[in-house]
């Protein structure tokens, strides 16, 4: 009887292995080298070198040849291409009101994606059911496009504090029932591929880096104001999250001594409890209802209710108490963010979020507060722009963030030492952990 085959052990790459076959896929990825010669040039490692890593990566499923190169005198090289579309990333942005899903190829190139109402307060199950429908109808939808494809990771932003190694939501105040809540274990138990959670406003900061205005930036500064209000930090190119996780929770610092307006979280002062979404929300049924604004007293008559959006349309109009209203949120938060300006130093500072992207009433506060109120050789070359990918900040972002770390050299090393596809993530066993950006 013939003896069964001994498995073959791994042998892992060393670190120098590694490091430059992450580079030679980093390179390729990017779009800098399309060629075995521009690889050299941009990495100086040597021809032998970069021919065994892209040999590697070939065997891997993440690259492969394309067309003749241009010819520098000699044989034309033949053009390298990143396998983009060997898999998909599954990503879905959870705001307070809404749910954004959507699948992108492995360079964040968005294929399908899907947007609807959904209250995050309905609890876990319900909220991550639908998430879950959605992620199955746009696969269908792929597939029936693009054929088989597999899914090689999920990326996942919640409207509130998430303790990212385990991607667990930590009491988060507008989330009744989902802190603890297994998010990460779920969705890899659904769909059979790694999972990260992360903060929305993370995402969002990560989605403008790697394909918004802050595209090429290092230092960067992404605040949030919708429902609520929070900040993404990006530090030398990383994203910042702190300890714990919880770094830019920018909505909870406080703003006032006065012990009247309680926020969400149950503190009183809090920048989100007098100038969020809500608050403004609250704000203007007030005025609505004392009669104070002819415009918004006509909305709650129709309507039953008075939002954020009401405000500024109203604003918009010439409506004196909501101009007030938005000048009045605008520098409340401006005052803050001058704060983190002169603290902080950063090159670009990103409005985005439902109330921010309502018109230009509410910027242009956030912007003379800050300029005013910042050191000036912190605002010397400080530019304050409004988000350029909008409400897709996040979804692209929380796809960026799973790319990052599948294309981690950890994760690299794990490819090529089991000699084992890419495209098979029950079989890259690398414990989960922050993108390396």
Same mark, same amino acid.
């Given at each position: 009887m013939q003896e069964p085959k001994t498995p073959r052990t791994p042998t892992v790459p060393s670190p120098e292995h590694v490091d430059s076959l992450a580079t030679v896929l980093d390179l390729v990825r990017s779009g800098a080298a399309r060629t075995r010669p521009e690889i050299s040039r941009h990495s100086g490692l040597g021809r032998t070198v970069v021919t065994q890593r892209v040999n590697q990566l070939t065997e891997c499923g993440l690259m492969e040849e394309g067309a003749l190169g241009p010819s520098s005198g000699g044989r034309a090289p033949r053009e390298l #291409?990143? =396998?983009?579309?060997?898999? &998909?990333? *599954?990503?879905?942005?959870?705001?307070? +009101?809404?749910?954004?899903v959507g699948v992108t190829d492995l360079s964040g190139t968005v294929l399908a994606e899907r947007e609807e109402a959904a209250d995050i307060a309905l609890g876990?199950?319900? @909220?991550?059911?639908? &998430?879950?429908? *959605?992620?199955?109808?746009?696969? +269908?939808?792929? =597939? $029936?496009?693009?054929?088989? &494809?597999? @899914?090689?990771?999920? !990326?996942? %932003?919640?409207p509130g504090p998430v303790e990212f190694a385990t991607g667990r939501p930590s009491a988060p105040p507008i989330m009744p029932g989902w802190d603890g809540y297994p998010v990460r274990d779920r969705l890899t138990a659904r769909f059979g591929a790694p999972v990260w959670v992360d903060n929305e406003v993370n995402t969002m900061a990560l989605g403008? *880096? =790697?394909? !918004?205005? $802050?595209?090429?930036? #290092?230092?960067?500064?992404?605040?949030?104001?919708? +429902? !609520?209000? %929070?900040?993404?930090?990006?530090?030398?190119?990383?994203?910042? #999250? /702190?300890?714990?996780?919880?770094? /830019?929770?920018?909505?909870?610092?406080? @703003?006032?001594?006065?012990a009247t307006v309680v926020c969400r979280c149950g503190n009183t002062g809090c920048l989100e409890a007098y100038a969020g979404g809500a608050a403004l929300a609250r704000d203007g049924l007030a005025a609505a209802q004392e009669g104070r604004s002819e415009f918004l007293a006509g909305v709650l008559e129709s309507t039953g209710t008075v939002t954020a959006a009401d405000i500024s349309r109203a604003a918009q109009s010439g409506d004196r108490t909501s101009v007030e209203l938005l000048t009045r949120a605008g520098r409340l938060i401006g005052s803050l963010l001058a704060t983190l300006v002169s603290f902080y130093n950063p090159a670009l500072v990103i409005i985005g979020g439902g109330v921010a992207a309502a018109g230009d009433l509410l910027l242009a506060a956030v912007r003379e507060s800050v300029y005013r109120r910042s050191l000036p050789l912190a605002t010397r070359e400080l530019r304050i722009a409004r988000s350029t990918l909008s409400d897709r900040a996040g979804l692209v972002g929380a796809a960026f963030m799973v790319i990052d770390e599948l294309f981690a050299p950890e994760r690299l090393a794990h490819w090529v030492a089991a000699g084992s596809p890419a495209g098979a993530p029950e079989l890259v066993d690398v414990p989960l952990r922050a993108p390396l950006l």
């Open positions: #291409r990143f =396998r983009a579309r060997a898999g &998909v990333i *599954l990503a879905a942005e959870l705001g307070a +009101t809404s749910i954004g876990p199950d319900p @909220v991550l059911d639908r &998430v879950e429908i *959605l992620f199955d109808e746009l696969l +269908t939808e792929i =597939r $029936a496009e693009h054929g088989d &494809v597999a @899914v090689w990771g999920i !990326g996942i %932003g919640l403008e *880096l =790697r394909a !918004g205005s $802050a595209k090429g930036q #290092r230092d960067i500064l992404y605040v949030k104001i919708g +429902t !609520g209000i %929070g900040a993404g930090l990006v530090s030398g190119g990383r994203l910042h #999250r /702190g300890s714990q996780g919880c770094a /830019g929770d920018i909505g909870h610092a406080a @703003v006032n001594d006065e």
